[in-house]
Structures are given as structure tokens and as C-alpha cells.
């Protein structure tokens, strides 16, 4: 006889929300007081403290992870003519930055275990126009920095991170972000650190490349009313800076709990078809998603479905094979790792919040199926 709870969420950010609410609510009070909407203050101090988390020297809020990567690009000094090699296996806006700024998108394959850029099909990538190489931190895994730092370096490459889905994953001892030329992060709602709206930010310990984004950021302006270049407006609001800087201060304790429900997954998921995500050799997953791989995942998905748990389908389709992209001439068969992942992988419920019972219930649902 089971007692189990009926349904599982794939997120929960409403009870969140209340446990925040009051915090915020008085953090916006003191800005309307002030009328300090934007940048200002808030924006200043959460991004020192997101430096100082980091260990990086630099950290610049933005209006969204996808500005993100494209201001990174620019500053940069990526544009038409120029290839970036990434990941095929990772939200739509990784590539979309790449062909925003008028540069090519070159796709290389994956690893089979940690779902990210496979160092020696991006070598196998690399051509005269190479000019970086975008890898994607994806669900959280850590993608493999020092191999793709040494290649980097090995043909003059700069190296961006798309740490969207990874606040708080840690390659070795360093935490990502700290790695790349920059590193791009998004606050989406759904994120490891994320706001009640759009927000993003990027890292870096470069000097230069700092006071780039900084105009980029702020219409290509390098003083009032004077403008050097064609820019963006691409702030951070000062209302989802004083949230994340609350956030920010229980993200170890957020992280923490995203282990303990992976854990959890790990354990009871031993004896079914599905395969529970790869651990980083050294280093941390910071579990945004908690993706399975799973023979007949189509059937799951829709027993799941039927028994009201929330599930994701990351990622249906690479995308060297979206339709936008068709002209670059990819085919089915030519990213092999990308193209099965796309078939076999389903990302379950995790929260901060979530109990073992919820997990439980989960679980018993992929057991019976
Ligand atoms: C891997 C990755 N890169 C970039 C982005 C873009 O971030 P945003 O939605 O904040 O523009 C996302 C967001 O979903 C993402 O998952």
C-alpha cells in the first residue's frame, strides 16, 4: 500500500518566493525611497560580491545570459568572418549569441558522460577562422577547462564559459566563471541563482576587456552623451540586484541541497534502466538539472506525465540540426554522442526545497515503468 504524495513539481519557485518575499519587499522599499532603479548601489555591491564568490576580479551585471555572451563576444572583438566552436547539446541562446554578433557557429561533439564539449572534437574543429571556443558548463556539470584552456592557448584561442546553468559548479577547486577570458552567467527564474525577471552577468579578471563591457553594457558610451562605438542597454535592474545579493548569501546552502536531492535520485535510481548524471572527475556539479539517460525515455516522460511529476525533454534537438542553422550544412549522423543524447535523456524535479518523499515518488513512477 503506498502513501505516496500526489504529483511532483519540476520547479517550485513560489514557495521560494514567500520565504523571500519580506527581505526583498523592504530591499525595494529602500531603493524607491532612493529612487535608485538603476545601476547604482545594489547593482555595485552584488556584483563585488559575486566577484569575491567567483575569484575573479570582475563581475558586471547584465540584462540577460544571452547579452551576456554577446556583449563577452564583442569584447572580444568576435564578429563576421570569424568561427566560435561550442557545444550543440545546450539552450538555443549559446549558438544564437555566436550568429547575433555575425559570427559562425561551429559545432563539435559532446562527451557521452558529462553531456559537455568533447576537447578532442573541438581540436578536430579548429580551422584558420577559428577565433574561440565557446564551451557550455551544461545542467551544472563543469565542462573540461583545462584541456580546452590548453588548446586555447596551444592555437591562440580566446575562451568564453557559458555558465547560465552552473552558478556555483566548481572545476577543481576553482569555481567556473573564473576560468574563461569570461564567464557568462544567467539569472533566468529557473537558474541555480536566479531572479523574479531576466538578469545575467559577466565575468572576468581582465582589465581591458572589462571597461569593453562596460561601455558595451551602456550604449558603446565611455562618457555621458559620448559614444565610441554602437553598444546595447543592457543593465542590470537594481530591483533583481537586491534580490540576488539575498540569494547569493544562501547559494552554498541552495548548492548543498541540490547534492543531497541528487543523492537521493542517485541512490533509488540504482536498480532501473535510468542512468543518473556523471559526477566531474575533480570538482563540483552544481545540479541546475538533474538529467537521466533512459533507453525508452519517450514512455517515461508520458508515465511520468500521467502521474503528474514535471519533466524536461533537454535537449530534443541539437542544434546543428535546428532549422536556423540548416545552411551550415550539418547532418543527422555527423554529431553522433549529440544526436543519441537528444533521444535518451530526460531532466527530473530539482529544487531547493524538495524532500526525499517527493523524490521517492518520482522514483517509484521510473521504477514501475
Ligand atoms: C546554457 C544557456 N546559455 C544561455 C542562456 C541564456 O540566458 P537568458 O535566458 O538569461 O538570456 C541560457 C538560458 O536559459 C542557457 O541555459
Same mark, same amino acid.
Given at each position: 500500500m503506498s502513501n505516496q504524495i500526489e504529483g511532483v513539481p519540476y520547479l517550485d519557485l513560489?514557495?521560494? #518566493?514567500?520565504?523571500?518575499?519580506?527581505? &526583498? =519587499?523592504?530591499? /525595494?522599499?529602500?531603493?524607491?525611497?532612493?529612487?535608485?532603479?538603476?545601476?547604482?548601489?545594489?547593482?555595485? !555591491? #552584488?556584483?563585488?560580491e559575486v566577484a569575491d564568490y567567483i575569484g575573479c576580479r570582475h563581475a558586471l551585471g547584465v540584462a540577460n545570459g544571452t547579452d551576456a555572451l554577446v556583449l563577452s563576444l564583442r569584447a572580444l572583438d568576435i564578429g563576421p568572418g570569424d568561427e566560435v566552436i561550442t557545444s550543440p547539446f545546450t539552450f538555443f541562446a549559446t549558438a544564437e549569441s555566436i550568429s547575433l554578433v555575425g559570427a559562425t557557429p561551429v559545432f563539435?561533439? =559532446?562527451?557521452?558522460?558529462? #553531456? *559537455?564539449?568533447? %576537447?578532442?572534437? =573541438? +581540436?578536430?574543429?579548429?580551422?584558420?577562422?577559428?577565433?574561440? /571556443?565557446l564551451p557550455v558548463h551544461i545542467f551544472g556539470h563543469p565542462a573540461d577547462m583545462a584541456q580546452l584552456r590548453r588548446i586555447a592557448t596551444e592555437h591562440g584561442l580566446k575562451?568564453? +564559459?557559458?555558465?547560465?546553468q552552473a552558478f556555483g559548479a566548481k572545476s577543481g577547486e576553482a569555481i567556473v566563471g573564473s576560468l574563461g577570458d569570461t564567464g557568462c552567467f544567467s539569472f533566468y527564474p529557473a537558474k541555480v541563482l536566479g531572479c523574479y525577471g531576466d538578469g545575467g552577468l559577466v565575468t572576468t579578471s581582465d582589465e581591458g576587456i572589462f571597461e569593453e563591457l562596460q561601455q558595451l553594457r551602456n550604449h558603446g558610451a565611455i562618457a555621458a552623451f559620448t559614444h565610441t562605438q554602437i553598444g546595447y542597454n543592457s543593465r542590470l535592474d537594481a530591483v533583481q540586484a537586491a534580490l540576488l545579493g539575498i540569494k547569493l548569501?544562501? /547559494? +552554498?546552502?541552495? $548548492?548543498?541541497?541540490?547534492?543531497?536531492?541528487?543523492? &537521493?535520485?542517485? !541512490?533509488? $535510481?540504482e536498480e532501473t534502466d535510468a542512468l543518473p548524471p556523471a559526477r566531474p572527475d575533480?570538482?563540483?556539479?552544481? #545540479?541546475?538539472?538533474?538529467? /537521466?539517460?533512459?533507453?525508452?525515455? *519517450?514512455?517515461?516522460?508520458?508515465? $511520468?506525465?500521467?502521474?503528474?511529476?514535471?519533466? *524536461?525533454?533537454?535537449?530534443?534537438?541539437?542544434?546543428?540540426?535546428?532549422?536556423?542553422?540548416?545552411? $551550415?550544412?550539418?547532418?543527422?549522423?555527423?554529431? %553522433?554522442?549529440?544526436?543519441?543524447?537528444?533521444t535518451e535523456t530526460l531532466s527530473l524535479p530539482i529544487f531547493p526545497g524538495m524532500t526525499e518523499e517527493q523524490v521517492e515518488t518520482v522514483c517509484e513512477v521510473i521504477r514501475k515503468a
Open positions: 513560489a514557495s521560494e #518566493f514567500h520565504t523571500l518575499r519580506d527581505d &526583498w =519587499v523592504a530591499a /525595494i522599499d529602500r531603493l524607491g525611497s532612493k529612487a535608485a532603479f538603476i545601476l547604482g548601489d545594489a547593482v555595485t !555591491e #552584488f556584483q563585488q563539435a561533439d =559532446v562527451d557521452e558522460a558529462s #553531456f *559537455n564539449l568533447s %576537447p578532442s572534437s =573541438v +581540436e578536430s574543429r579548429i580551422t584558420d577562422s577559428t577565433k574561440a /571556443i575562451l568564453i +564559459e557559458d555558465a547560465a548569501k544562501k /547559494i +552554498e546552502q541552495d $548548492l548543498a541541497q541540490r547534492q543531497k536531492i541528487a543523492a &537521493w535520485y542517485d !541512490e533509488r $535510481l575533480h570538482g563540483r556539479h552544481a #545540479f541546475n538539472l538533474y538529467t /537521466i539517460r533512459h533507453p525508452r525515455r *519517450n514512455a517515461l516522460r508520458q508515465a $511520468l506525465g500521467d502521474a503528474k511529476i514535471g519533466t *524536461n525533454q533537454c535537449y530534443p534537438q541539437g542544434l546543428h540540426l535546428q532549422q536556423v542553422y540548416s545552411h $551550415l550544412g550539418y547532418q543527422p549522423g555527423d554529431l %553522433p554522442v549529440t544526436d543519441q543524447l537528444c
